[in-house]
């Protein structure tokens, strides 16, 4: 084979192989990057989950301390105190942070947070109030708390309406073809 007789054909079909190639790597490069921007997002969603529902998660628990205060030991009062007080102290410095950090991340999870955090010191707390003017339980029968004596329910309302701003947060970040209809 003669080289000269293929020169003429060497250089079109070397630009189609070269330009082919640059395309393909284009081609990979921005599906590449699409896929890290999803994966990024993606992570960042699951990391915001996580953290709204842990802030639920210390107020929950919070929430709960009416009924472990009446619930308490009562042949071992002054312990009992310095545990559920130490206990609390943990929770409340956790609802602290929560309370800045859904600000920070959010100002309508942060108001719809703080607003839960108020309703619940004030009926949640005025229960814990209530529970340690009351004897310790001391038997099976007592550790039935009847809504007379702890009534949480007033705390519904504002607990929908966190995990609505919560949702709402959320949805913002989650690309418009995978919302929730």
């Known amino acids: 084979m003669n080289i000269e007789a293929i020169t003429p054909f060497l250089g079109p079909v070397l630009a189609v192989i070269l330009t082919s190639g640059v395309v393909a790597a284009f081609v990979t490069f921005i599906q590449n990057r699409w896929l890290e921007n999803h994966r990024s997002q993606e992570a960042e969603r699951t990391r915001l989950r996580q953290s709204f529902a842990e802030a639920f998660a210390s107020y929950a628990a919070y929430k709960e301390f009416p009924y472990a205060i009446r619930r308490r ?3 071992q009062e002054s312990e009992e105190r310095a545990r559920l007080s130490a206990e609390l102290n943990a929770i409340q410095s956790k609802l602290s942070y929560y309370r800045a950090w859904t600000q920070f991340e959010s100002p309508a999870v942060g108001k719809a947070y703080a607003d839960l955090l108020s309703e619940m010191r004030k009926i949640a707390g005025g229960a814990m109030h209530n529970a340690w003017e009351q004897p310790p339980s001391q038997n099976d029968q007592e550790m039935n708390i009847p ?3 702890v009534d949480l329910r007033p705390l519904s309302t504002h607990e929908d309406n966190y995990i609505v701003a919560v949702t709402a947060r959320l949805d913002e970040l989650t690309p418009r073809r ?4």
């Open 73 to 75: 030991r009562y042949d």
């Open 178 to 181: 995978l919302r929730r209809k």
């Open 147 to 149: 809504s007379e004596k």
